[in-house]
């Protein structure tokens, strides 16, 4: 049974900008009406990481919303997250899944059809495909793949397909319209001078589109 993915992702960050810590863009996001909040921080110390993902974590189950963490499946079986994303280079995605278990979200990282088709065979509930559109969030992301590849992507993989990588409200419609579940979004929300504007703009693109 495919299990439930939201539709706009939120990845808090605090290395792009330091404005505002995890937890308030968490707030921000979740009153801008995100639906998924996915904590993404690469380094640090693993236990303040601990504590930040639990706090992030009430928040989140208050409002009814999926917590997700990146990369970090320690830190995502401490603070009793829904789930936990995975890029291509991380723990592997079948290991994550014999320590979650069934009941647990897990999503993958994908840049071309082949990452994705692997995210599909290894158990992923999802794919995060992209960078879709430039962007300058992640400095690890490939090449843009564009509009047309996300498209065949969607075709072939049979799993909610969230786009990410320079999506904002201006595109949504674009990504949505060749069949993506949904957006992932860093910069969009975190780096705006209000988050939760930003966040309700892009909830908005979102529900134009249904």
Same mark, same amino acid.
């Given at each position: 049974m495919m299990k439930k993915v939201g539709r706009l992702h939120v990845l808090t960050?605090?290395?792009l900008q330091a404005n505002f810590s995890h937890t308030e863009l968490t707030e921000l996001a979740i009153a801008g009406g995100a639906d998924t909040i996915q904590f993404r921080q690469k380094s640090g110390n693993t236990r303040d990481m601990i504590e930040v993902a639990r706090q992030m974590k009430k928040l989140c189950a208050i409002s009814d919303v999926m917590f997700i963490v990146n990369d970090r499946i320690d830190v995502a079986i401490a603070a009793e997250?829904?789930?936990?994303?995975?890029?291509?280079?991380d723990f592997p995605i079948s290991l994550a899944r014999e320590l979650l278990g069934e009941g647990r979200i897990i999503g993958g990282s994908a840049a071309t059809i082949a990452e994705a088709r692997k995210c599909l065979s290894d158990g992923a509930d999802y794919v995060g495909f992209g960078p879709v559109f430039p962007t300058t969030s992640k400095d690890d992301a490939g090449p843009v793949s564009g509009i047309d590849i996300l498209?065949?992507?969607?075709?072939? +993989?049979?799993?909610? +397909? +969230?786009? +990410?990588?320079?999506?904002?409200?201006?595109n949504t419609a674009e990504v949505l319209g060749v069949g993506a579940r949904g957006i992932a979004v860093i910069s969009a929300v975190c780096c705006q001078p209000?988050?939760?504007r930003a966040t309700r703009e892009l909830y908005e693109a979102l529900i134009k589109c249904r």
């Open positions: 960050d605090t290395v997250a829904d789930g936990v994303h995975l890029g291509q280079d498209k065949q992507v969607v075709e072939a +993989i049979p799993l909610p +397909i +969230i786009a +990410i990588g320079g999506v904002g409200a201006e209000d988050p939760e």
